[in-house]
Antibody, heavy 120, light 107 residues
Framework: EVQLLESGGGLEQPGGSLRLSCAASGFTFSSYAMNWVRQSPGKGLEWLAGITSGGGGTYYADSVKGRFTVSRDNSKNTLYLQMNSLRAEDTAVYYC?????????????WGQGTLVTVSS | DIQLTQSPSSVSASVGDRVTITCRASEDVSTWLAWYQQKPGKAPKLLIYAASTLQSGVPSRFSGSGSGTDFILTISSLQPEDFATYYCQQANTFPLTFGGGTKVEIK
């Protein structure tokens, strides 16, 4: 059974930093691209960042480019999102997602999400 | 960025009704489009990818169609567990983008 377990969310002040982790199990982690998607309270879904299976390629939404960094440790089956220069508008539930492994990126499995609140 | 516009934003329907949701892309995405279902407090669930391919385990009352810029999600006979919010997502070009969502409510 595929499981994705996010951690690291919480309350942070504007300008601060947080590092989210996503522990993956139930599949060969090193074979799949992974992504982060967020959802602001009561709002829709926003793709943030993706990383290829080997970690050599990364992609970002303009809203987080230069502030957030996606990375992975295939030896630990873990995905990360380093979030710097946090803003109030970064307040959201952050989901770790597993790619389908098909030619294009679809989000086959999702974690339960971790809430990040940016407020002074 | 490719914009995805869903309509309607909400729909009231009864159990057994046929429900259709449309997703229009601001530019051609071929058939690189997916649909997700999200229930309150839960993570989204992949229903359909590549515009019309049903994800494993998803009931056959869900179907998708379309290509280019216009796509449709159809629920052939609405069941109580289908009341949720539905999102489309384009996978043609980075940045990946989602539609604004369609809430299916009980009439």
């Amino acid at each position: 059974e595929v499981q994705l377990l996010e951690s690291g969310g919480g309350l942070e002040q504007p300008g601060g930093s947080l590092r989210l982790s996503c522990a993956a199990s139930g599949f060969t982690f090193s074979s799949y691209a992974m992504n982060w998607v967020r959802q602001s309270p009561g709002k829709g879904l926003e793709w943030l960042a993706g990383i290829t299976s080997g970690g050599g390629g990364t992609y970002y939404a303009d809203s987080v480019k230069g502030r957030f960094t996606v990375s992975r440790d295939n030896s630990k089956n873990t995905l990360y999102l380093q979030m710097n220069s946090l803003r109030a508008e970064d307040t959201a539930v952050y989901y770790c997602t597993k790619d389908t492994g098909l030619l294009r990126t679809y989000f086959e499995y999702w974690g339960q999400g971790t809430l990040v609140t940016v407020s002074s | 960025d490719i914009q995805l516009t869903q309509s309607p934003s909400s729909v009231s329907a009864s159990v057994g009704d046929r429900v259709t949701i449309t997703c229009r892309a601001s530019e051609d995405v071929s058939t690189w489009l997916a649909w997700y279902q999200q229930k309150p407090g839960k993570a989204p669930k992949l229903l359909i990818y590549a515009a019309s391919t049903l994800q494993s385990g998803v009931p056959s009352r869900f179907s998708g169609s379309g290509s280019g810029t216009d796509f449709i999600l159809t629920i052939s006979s609405l069941q109580p567990e289908d009341f949720a919010t539905y999102y489309c997502q384009q996978a043609n070009t980075f940045p990946l983008t989602f539609g604004g969502g369609t809430k299916v409510e009980i009439k």
